[in-house]
């Protein structure tokens, strides 16, 4: 079975630019999360999709962050305009719907904006 | 404050030794808790769940929480050089919609 994919697993844009983060869960797993981690910091939550809805999105930390899951299958998370401090890991999760804490991590996506 | 916290570490330990990694947390509305294990350049994986206080032995793996003080630990019995990476707590409230991580410890088994 394959695992959480996430993609592009490292890039690297100039403040201003747009990037769109992809991630592929496990396959029928309704929960979708994505984490943050910056440098010296614990990882963070930003969002919590069941299926296509987003559940809780109380984390994300301002308008410049955009996340869909059309379908409820794959997930992207779109960062415009990308700021010097969004620099980071991006994390997805996955989970079965009553899979309770067991979290399926993807390697992440990391970002560096110059 | 912080809703978890964790000593970063780094901790190195000689292969056999008992290794004991802590985290403390501020929310008593926790109830579930977690310990994942990240390799470097790696997501977390999970090694142990629990709910409630109590122990929960898994292999050479042994997860105790006391809800009363808000601790938990995990202890590692004859550690080795493979046991080496970042392990860091979690928790959730009881809908399991967002999860608290400390900032993780840094352990190495020395050979």
């Known amino acids: 079975e394959a695992g959480v994919t996430q993609f592009p697993s490292h890039s690297v844009i100039e403040k201003g630019q747009t990037v769109t983060l992809r991630c592929d869960p496990i396959s029928g797993h309704d929960n979708l999360y994505w984490y943050r981690r910056v440098m010296g910091k614990e990882i963070k939550f930003l969002l919590h999709?069941?299926?296509?809805?987003?559940?809780?999105e109380s984390g994300m930390p301002n308008n410049r962050f955009l996340a869909e899951r059309t379908g409820g299958t794959y997930s992207t998370l779109k960062v415009q305009p990308a700021e010097l401090e969004d620099s980071g890991v991006y994390f997805c999760?996955?989970?079965?719907?009553?899979?309770?804490?067991?979290?399926?991590f993807g390697e992440g996506s990391r970002l560096t904006v110059l | 404050q912080k809703e978890v916290e964790q000593d970063p570490g780094p901790l190195s330990v000689p292969e056999g030794a008992i290794v004991s990694l802590n985290c403390t947390y501020s929310n008593s509305a926790f109830q579930y808790f977690m310990w994942y294990r990240q390799y470097s350049r790696k997501g977390p994986e999970l090694l142990m769940y629990?709910?409630?206080?109590g122990n929960k032995e898994d292999g050479r793996f042994t997860a105790q929480v006391d809800k009363s003080s808000k601790y938990i630990s995990l202890f590692i019995r004859d550690s080795q050089p493979s046991d080496s990476a970042t392990y860091l707590c979690a928790m959730s409230l009881y809908n399991f919609n967002k999860f608290y991580f400390g900032s993780g410890t840094k352990l190495n088994v020395k050979p």
């Open positions: 999709f069941v299926k296509e809805s987003k559940q809780d």
């Open positions: 629990t709910y409630s206080s």
């Open positions: 999760a996955s989970s079965h719907l009553l899979g309770g804490g067991e979290l399926f």
